[in-house]
């Protein structure tokens, strides 16, 4: 079992910036992919971006490439999503995930899930 905590979130005006953190317990991710999927009120669970632990591969939705960036911290067992240029549009829920494999854009795929944290933008 994988156990993953998320923080970090808040209430930011638009074109602020914040910086999520999701800290993974429990057995080894090694080889796991980390997403990061953001569900709004209303609206399905969407991918944000994702990172391979081992080699630190990352991919990114198209909404929200150049303004997050995705790292890791391997000593730590720590994912960051850092999010800059905040919009309106980017409020939601923010969930951590992981699973097995080398990709993972569809949150069906994914085994682990935080309980999330709330990330609203100001316009």
């Known amino acids: 079992q994988v156990q993953l905590v998320e923080s970090g979130g808040g209430l930011v005006q638009a074109g602020g910036s914040l910086r999520l953190s999701c800290a993974a317990s429990?057995?080894?991710?090694?080889?796991?992919?980390m997403g990061w999927f953001r569900q709004a009120p209303g609206k399905e669970r969407d991918f944000v971006a994702f990172i391979r632990w081992n080699g630190g591969t990352t991919y990114y939705a198209d909404s929200v490439k150049g303004r997050f960036t995705i790292s890791r911290d391997t000593s730590k067992n720590m994912v960051y999503l850092q999010m800059n240029s905040l919009k309106p549009e980017d409020t939601a829920i923010y969930y951590c995930a992981a699973r097995l494999g080398l990709y993972g854009l569809d949150p069906r795929g994914y085994n682990y899930w935080g309980q999330g944290t709330q990330v609203t933008v100001s316009s």
């Open positions: 429990g057995r080894t991710v090694s080889g796991y992919v």
